[in-house]
T-cell receptor, first 113, second 113 residues
Framework: EAGVAQSPRYKIIEKRQSVAFWCNPI?????LYWYQQILGQGPKLLIQFQNNGVVDDSQLPKDRFSAERLKGVDSTLKIQPAKLEDSAVYLC???????????FGSGTRLTVV | TQLLEQSPQFLSIQEGENLTVYCNSS?????LQWYRQEPGEGPVLLVTVVTGGEVKKLKRLTFQFGDARKDSSLHITAAQPGDTGLYLCAGARSGGGADGLTFGKGTHLIIQP
């Protein structure tokens, strides 16, 4: 079974620029999550999708962050404009159904300079 | 806000020793998961505990969920260098299909040969 694919692996941008991350979950997994992991901390949930609908985006900074999962498969997370404090690893995870463990991707490491 | 406190934050021990990592909260979770994360990779699920008082074993790792479902522990017997990594506990909320995890800050474990 292929894992959760994320790209790019690394990204360096200047503050106020825009950036987008892509995630392809495990085939058949209806639930998809984006997490932000700042250095030295545990991951923090940004948004949860069930198929192509948003279940929880209460911790997503909506003034600069947006995410979509148009066809219920792939997802993109965008930051516009980026701030220095957005430097982190952005992790995508998927699960077959709610209430069971996730499979995480390797993440995208974002550095904002 | 539900918080998970992990202790210790850092632990460095010799190969063959035993250790216990703790995960505590003032909130009740529907389930608690333990993950292991290596540098440059996403967290990998080790175990999910659901029932208060539940004990699960995974080779040399023993996981326990507190009776009140507010705390958990991970015990490693005869630690080996391959156990080195970041151990994260994460609690799941319940209700409404939103099951995003709340993670602790993690325990950085180093097993010296």
């Amino acid at each position: 079974e292929a894992g959760v694919a994320q790209s790019p692996r690394y990204k360096i941008i200047e503050k106020r620029q825009s950036v987008a991350f892509w995630c392809n979950p495990i085939s058949g997994h209806a639930t998809l999550y984006w997490y932000q992991q700042i250095l030295g901390q545990g991951p923090k949930l940004l948004i949860q999708f069930q198929n192509n609908g948003v279940v929880d985006d209460s911790q997503l900074p909506k003034d600069r962050f947006s995410a979509e999962r148009l066809k219920g498969v792939d997802s993109t997370l965008k930051i516009q404009p980026a701030k220095l404090e957005d430097s982190a690893v952005y992790l995508c995870a998927s699960s077959q159904r709610t209430g069971i463990g996730y499979t995480f991707g390797s993440g995208t490491r974002l550095t904002v300079v | 806000t539900q918080l998970l406190e992990q202790s210790p934050q850092f632990l460095s021990i010799q190969e063959g020793e035993n250790l216990t990592v703790y995960c505590n909260s003032s909130s009740v979770f529907s389930s608690l998961q333990w993950y292991r994360q290596e540098p440059g990779e996403g967290p990998v699920l080790l175990v999910t505990v659901v029932t208060g008082g539940e004990v699960k074993k995974l080779k040399r790792l023993t996981f326990q969920f507190g009776d009140a479902r507010k705390d958990s522990s991970l015990h490693i017997t005869a630690a080996q260098p391959g156990d080195t990594g970041l151990y994260l506990c994460a609690g799941a909320r319940s209700g409404g299909g939103a099951d995003g995890l709340t993670f602790g800050k993690g325990t950085h474990l180093i097993i010296q040969p």
